[in-house]
């Protein structure tokens, strides 16, 4: 591989990681204020805490589509380091350009609308859970805290391990491939 290339494609997962953590950052800041102030802000809290999901999809998907237009996309796998996937980006082939080029626009639709239901469901799952924790004093049960917080973490994988299966069930759709876990589809019957 160009080393020029490979270097060009560690730059933009690391641009791609930095905006997220930059946002979460941002968004963890919010949140911490909206806790603060009275049963007003719990409401604040919760609605932050559901728009977390939508709003991180929508980064990563423009993120993903910014990749693909520079001439990268992600491996299958991506990278995981202590049990955190991070995209591990390379460059577009011939073949990957002629596989991306064949999806219908139905398969690219339908690519977002599983994003996108697949983030509300994750931010539904997420405000049952920080209203559990608004529920509780962290000084009086530290441990219940972060075993409540890790369950949460957990639960959110499980929902997007399972989600992608059921979504392409009751869609009728196969998964064609995956960048960094995260599925393509295409209709059941049309050729890959």
Not at 12 to 26: E, K, Y
Not at 97 to 119: P, Q, W
Request: include cysteine; aromatic fraction near 18%.
């Amino acid at each position: 591989m160009d080393f020029k290339r490979t270097n060009k494609a560690n730059l933009i997962a690391f641009s791609w990681q930095f905006g997220q953590l930059i946002f979460t950052v941002f968004l963890v800041g919010l949140l911490g204020n909206a806790s603060l102030h009275g049963a007003q802000r719990s409401v604040l809290f919760l609605i932050l805490v559901f728009f977390i999901a939508p709003i991180w999809q929508g980064l990563t998907e423009l993120g993903y589509f910014i990749a693909y237009k520079k001439g990268f996309h992600s491996t299958a796998e991506g990278h995981t380091y202590r049990g955190v996937s991070f995209p591990r980006f390379i460059s577009n082939s011939a073949d990957y350009l002629k596989k991306r080029e064949d999806l219908t626009v139905y398969a690219k639709r339908m690519r977002l609308v599983f994003a996108f239901s697949c983030a509300f469901f994750l931010g539904v799952y997420f405000i049952v859970f920080a209203s559990l924790l608004t529920q509780m004093n962290p000084a009086a049960a530290p441990f219940l805290l972060f075993t409540l917080l890790m369950a949460s973490l957990v639960g959110g994988e499980i929902i997007w391990w399972g989600y992608k299966r059921v979504f392409a069930r009751v869609f009728g759709l196969k998964i064609v491939w995956l960048e960094n876990k995260r599925p393509f589809f295409e209709r059941k019957g049309v050729s890959d």
